[in-house]
Antibody, heavy 114, light 112 residues
Framework: EVQLVESGGGLVQPGGSLRLSCAAS????????MHWIRQAPGRGLEWVAN????????QYVDSVKGRFTVSRDNAQNSLFLQMNSLRVEDTAVYYC???????WGQGALVTVSS | DIVMTQSPLSLPVTLGQPASISCRSS???????????LNWFQQRPGQSPRRLIH???TRDSGVPDRFSGSGSGTDFTLKISRVEAEDVGVYYC?????????FGQGTKLEIK
């Protein structure tokens, strides 16, 4: 059974940093594209970033470019999202997902507020 | 960015009746490899999204056959042949042909 478990969410002040993790199991992580998708409270879904299987190829939505960094550790079956210079508008539940959205985690809530 | 426009945004349906959701993309979502990378997701209240349909019309494992997807190019449709109580939630289309991948605004299905 595929499992994706996010952690690392919490409350942070504007301008602060947070690192999300996603622990993956039940599939061959090292050959899978992985994605971060977010959902602001009461809002729709927004694709944030993705990373290719070897970690060398990354893409970001414009609103997070230069502030967020996606990475992975294939030895540990883990996906990460380093979020710097956080803004109030980054407040959302952050999901990790497998390619084309086949599997999703339960999400991690990030709240940016003073 | 590709804009995905869903309609209606709110869909009240009587139990046992059919339902249909439209999704239009601002440009073609046919990939250069010939695949049309258009998926449909269901998000029940308080849950993570769940993929229902991939590549326009292929149902994912465990998805009831009352759900069907169709369309081509820029116009796509999700149909539910007979709505059940467990179908309540928000439905999203998504294209992953172009980066950034983009979602529709969501259609909230409720029981009348």
């Amino acid at each position: 059974e595929v499992q994706l478990v996010e952690s690392g969410g919490g409350l942070v002040q504007p301008g602060g940093s947070l690192r999300l993790s996603c622990a993956a199991s039940g599939f061959t992580f090292s050959t899978s594209w992985m994605h971060w998708i977010r959902q602001a409270p009461g809002r729709g879904l927004e694709w944030v970033a993705n990373v290719n299987p070897d970690g060398g190829g990354k893409q970001y939505v414009d609103s997070v470019k230069g502030r967020f960094t996606v990475s992975r550790d294939n030895a540990q079956n883990s996906l990460f999202l380093q979020m710097n210079s956080l803004r109030v508008e980054d407040t959302a539940v952050y999901y990790c997902a497998t390619n084309a959205g086949l599997n999703w985690g339960q999400g991690a809530l990030v709240t940016v507020s003073s | 960015d590709i804009v995905m426009t869903q309609s209606p945004l709110s869909l009240p349906v009587t139990l046992g009746q059919p339902a249909s959701i439209s999704c239009r993309s601002s440009q073609s979502v046919v990939h250069s490899d010939g695949d049309t990378r258009l998926n449909w997701f269901q998000q029940r209240p308080g849950q993570s999204p769940r993929r229902l349909i991939h590549e326009v019309s292929t149902r994912d494992s465990g998805v009831p056959d009352r759900f069907s997807g169709s369309g081509s190019g820029t116009d796509f449709t999700l149909k539910i042949s007979r709505v059940e109580a467990e179908d309540v939630g928000v439905y999203y289309c998504m294209q992953y042909t172009h980066w950034p991948h983009t979602f529709g605004q969501g259609t909230k299905l409720e029981i009348k």
